[in-house]
């Protein structure tokens, strides 16, 4: 590696920015019969990236990132943290991710990690073989961002589509186009341009590594899970996931956070056996607040977290208290 260049680490998970299909126009079934390619290939596929950073690449996994899950999320933490500390020379991290959890791995690492370093995390929507990809201008830009003094000091990130996004507030909000990931209430961080990194907001909730979360021992995460309401919707699903040992439960209620009657009645049965409660809304906008229902009940407040994000950062807390005015905290806090 050159003296004078950054050097970026680069951690490959997968996804579609590193797929290759069965020819330019294959954007649709490449995930089911394409191949992926390992972090140093996708990144070699680019030469200009060798002309702003030396790239340290390291493997991780090579899948969708439907089979990304909390076990992959406590090693990618271990992983970056380790690296972190053993080469200080590192200028920033970028991690290749397929889009379908990229916001949820985003954010848990977002909660987690104890290393200054920028971290960001790309994807794609077409895979690296197709015409017009945006794979190489994405993973062009996430080198930019994570070597940009601008940058740093502001959470883990996500660059896609020429913007800077906060981990904690973006979401995948298109199934196939390129604009895909929004902060639907507060908008980009920064972007991308031709002339560098432009930063225009800064996050104003707690992030990495200034958290009270640590997972360096965890081997699992306490097992939450998320109810979707609906028209009608029962309790069936609550008191099955109570009986599967659910420790929490995230319910995705009507806007403005409101789960049906039924749901009402299986959630205070939920509580009664020891289960923790957040509510958030299914509207993918805007805060639930802890008005007088949630607050007689000991419900928590979701404040305007998407439902996978509540679970992720209920599930952490849970690893630190069962208190639910402590819960409360780090609800409003992160």
Known sequence: ??????????????????????????????????????????????????????????????????DIGPADWLELARIIDKTARERPEIAGFIITHGTATLEETAYFLNLVLKTSKTVVLVGAQRPASALSSDAGMNLVSAVRVAIADQARGLGV?????????????????????????????FGALGHVDGDGVQIYRKPA??????????????????????????GGADGTAIDAFVAAGAKGIVSAGLAPGI???????????????????????????????????????GIVAGDNLNPQKARLLLALALTRTNNIEQIGRMFATY
């Open 1 to 66: 590696m050159s003296q004078s260049k950054p050097i970026v680490a680069a951690i490959g998970t997968g996804g579609t920015i590193s797929s290759i299909g069965r020819d330019s126009l294959d954007v649709l079934d490449y995930p089911d019969f394409g191949r992926k390619m390992e972090v140093a290939d996708a990144i070699g596929r680019y030469p200009e990236i060798a002309t702003i950073a030396d790239i340290l690449p390291i493997p991780f996994r090579s899948v969708g990132s439907t």
């Open 157 to 185: 990130l996500v660059c896609m589509n020429d913007e800077i996004q906060s981990a904690r507030e973006v979401s995948k909000t298109s199934t196939y186009r390129l604009q895909t990931f929004r902060a639907a209430d």
């Open 205 to 230: 909730r707690r992030y990495a590594p200034d958290t009270e979360f640590d997972v360096a021992e965890l081997t699992a995460l306490p097992r939450v899970d998320i109810v979707y309401s609906y």
């Open 259 to 297: 789960p049906t009657r039924a749901e009402r009645e299986a959630l205070i049965r939920a509580m009664a056996a020891g289960v923790i409660v957040t509510q958030t809304s299914r509207a993918g906008s805007g805060r639930v607040a802890p008005r007088r229902y949630l607050r007689e009940t």
